[in-house]
């Protein structure tokens, strides 16, 4: 059954490999049987970023370069500007009087976000509250599967929660529970095998990566420390080479091969990373030029996050004047 | 020199007194001489309310109507529904960002009202963070005056930080500092002595009360209760009732009397009471008849809150406009 789908991303930065394995390729396969909505996050990308707003609006257009280059098509997804809806605000302040500031600050999510991003003392309140904001999203869309990541399952829950109250005080369910769509492909690490990939982290390979980004990245690429000589025998356990071979190679069996290889000893590091590059090369060489084509032309890009955001503000819209309806509002047309 | 002016009222009830003396009177006199905006307060309401938003929506047209008959003119005051300017909520939004969580926490006003509502653990979100959509409708009408009791000076400070952020962020005075404009009227007590007069307390008479219960309440008002015979010396300071006399009677002279003749001895608390109970019925009359009057023409009093609404919508929406274009976040039209 089709479902109505909701996902997004933070225009903090250009989107990168872990962005295309964890979530941009399943939405290219969701949008051909699913209404899937895409918000490019402007306003929760300002969260964490209130004095300094431009590292937000100035990609904006490099999150919908990314989204086009590899393959979601805007007649298929509708591709939203997050602060064109007003909608969202709106019932964020609704919301914020059914959510205990003691709720926010027990939310796994939120508390391991604010230890990561070392705050301190200073906690922007939009930060601490952009949950309720997550759940206005979610909600304004009537999604009822979001696919997430598990440590976003808290986010999940606070949704449900609010929407349960907002449907107690309506007496009716006007508002849509929502359910995970948790992906089965695991986090792609960044290239030193650190963390998570991660633009700040430096251990990214954004989309729109050049020939030299890759080729620099992928030499430079985490493998097995006492794997010393080529004939030493290696570990495949935690080394990205492998993991990326994995996530991206299209011939598995040539994968399974060079493992085999690798872990009996006699195949040097060059040699995989090499085959590794390749693929790569060839994987990004077509998305960067698609994205670069369409950075070019504004105009088309502004035309088509128009289009996409007038539909999400008849959508959202509707959801609000049902929440108005349900709490009186709707005194004046 | 013309200044604009916010006010406006919590929808949570009917303005009663103490809204009179306190603000209600002032608001008449400085509509002839500056741009004033009247805002009520649905959204406000709703941060202590959230699961009864009934409570709110049934007083919206009653706070205009409370307006309308003591004289503030729709022609010359802008009396706008807040829950109907969106970009009231869009600048919350943005604010929050700017303001720590700390810094609510610290907010005086807040702390002392909290610790007077008994929320106990159990504070909504939206109610810590008022003073940012308080800021949010400040900054939205460009007020540079505001009507405040000494306990929210803290609400103008806050105001002013986020007016002192966004100009820096935006590099140029998009934002207009206020200042507060302290009344020089004591706060009206309630009919008991205990507080200060508030609906939920019992101790209020409201601008519609009828004169049952305007006799009924002069009845049982603090007077002295050292003052047991007629014949006996009796206090002024703390007797309600000459408190009243003072803030409502129009004849000084007589008044200034009265007092001097129960501290001597010889008045008795029901003589007095009914100079009060007359002064009170002629005043409230017509005020009550008035108001009686617009709650029947409900048509018209949307009318009237539609036209200010509207008006209030371009003011706030140009103040928004300016407030993305500083974040860069206007690139669609």
Same mark, same amino acid.
């Given at each position: 059954?089709?479902?109505?789908?909701?996902?997004?991303?933070?225009?903090?930065?250009?989107?990168?490999?872990?962005? +295309?394995? %964890?979530?941009?390729?399943?939405?290219?396969?969701?949008?051909?049987?699913?209404?899937?909505?895409? $918000?490019?996050?402007?306003?929760?990308?300002?969260?964490?970023?209130?004095?300094?707003?431009?590292?937000?609006?100035?990609?904006? $257009?490099?999150?919908?370069?990314?989204?086009?280059?590899?393959?979601?098509?805007?007649?298929?997804?509708?591709?939203?500007?997050?602060?064109?809806?007003?909608?969202?605000?709106?019932?964020?302040?609704?919301?914020?009087? $059914?959510?205990?500031?003691?709720?926010?600050?027990?939310?796994?999510?939120?508390?391991?976000?604010?230890?990561?991003?070392?705050?301190?003392?200073?906690?922007?309140?939009?930060?601490?509250? +952009?949950?309720?904001?997550?759940?206005?999203?979610?909600?304004? *869309?009537?999604?009822?599967?979001?696919?997430?990541?598990?440590?976003?399952?808290?986010?999940?829950?606070?949704?449900?929660?609010?929407?349960?109250?907002?449907? #107690?005080?309506?007496?009716?369910?006007?508002?849509?529970?929502?359910?995970? #769509?948790?992906?089965?492909?695991?986090?792609?690490?960044?290239? @030193?095998?650190?963390?998570?990939?991660?633009?700040?982290?430096?251990?990214?390979?954004?989309?729109?990566?050049?020939?030299?980004?890759?080729?620099?990245?992928?030499?430079?690429? +985490?493998? @097995?420390?006492?794997?010393?000589? &080529?004939?030493?025998?290696?570990?495949?356990?935690?080394?990205?080479?492998?993991?990326?071979?994995?996530?991206?190679?299209?011939?598995?069996?040539?994968?399974? %091969?060079?493992?085999?290889?690798?872990?009996?000893?006699?195949? %040097?590091?060059?040699?995989?990373?090499?085959?590794?590059?390749?693929?790569?090369?060839?994987?990004? #060489?077509?998305?960067?030029?698609?994205?670069?084509? *369409?950075?070019?032309?504004?105009?088309?890009?502004?035309?088509?996050?128009?289009?996409?955001?007038?539909? %999400?503000? &008849?959508?959202?819209?509707?959801?609000? +004047?049902?929440?108005?309806?349900? *709490?009186?509002?709707?005194?004046?047309?």
């Amino acid at each position: 059954m089709p479902h109505t789908i909701l996902t997004g991303d933070r225009a903090t930065g250009p989107l990168h490999l872990g962005h +295309y394995v %964890g979530s941009l390729k399943q939405r290219v396969e969701l949008q051909d049987h699913n209404q899937q909505y895409v $918000l490019i996050a402007d306003l929760q990308g300002l969260t964490d970023n209130g004095l300094n707003p431009s590292k937000v609006s100035k990609n904006i $257009l490099n999150v919908l370069s990314d989204y086009l280059a590899v393959g979601i098509d805007p007649d298929k997804t509708t591709i939203c500007l997050q602060s064109a809806l007003p909608a969202l605000a709106e019932l964020t302040m609704y919301y914020a009087n $059914l959510v205990t500031v003691s709720r926010l600050e027990r939310n796994p999510t939120v508390k391991a976000e604010i230890a990561s991003k070392q705050f301190g003392q200073s906690i922007p309140a939009g930060f601490l509250t +952009y949950p309720i904001s997550q759940a206005a999203d979610i909600t304004a *869309f009537r999604a009822d599967s979001v696919p997430v990541g598990d440590d976003q399952l808290p986010m999940i829950e606070q949704t449900n929660e609010i929407v349960r109250k907002v449907n #107690r005080v309506a007496g009716k369910d006007i508002l849509v529970e929502c359910a995970p #769509r948790l992906s089965n492909v695991a986090r792609l690490p960044g290239a @030193d095998g650190k963390s998570k990939m991660s633009k700040s982290l430096g251990n990214a390979l954004t989309l729109g990566a050049t020939e030299d980004e890759i080729r620099a990245t992928v030499k430079m690429m +985490y493998t @097995d420390p006492t794997h010393l000589r &080529v004939s030493d025998p290696g570990k495949i356990e935690g080394n990205v080479v492998f993991t990326y071979l994995d996530a991206f190679h299209p011939d598995t069996e040539l994968v399974q %091969g060079l493992k085999t290889h690798y872990m009996r000893g006699g195949l %040097g590091d060059n040699k995989v990373k090499s085959i590794l590059e390749e693929c790569l090369q060839e994987m990004l #060489r077509p998305i960067r030029e698609r994205r670069s084509r *369409f950075l070019a032309d504004k105009a088309m890009l502004i035309d088509i996050l128009s289009r996409g955001t007038a539909e %999400g503000v &008849v959508k959202t819209n509707s959801v609000l +004047y049902d929440v108005k309806q349900a *709490f009186g509002l709707n005194l004046l047309k």
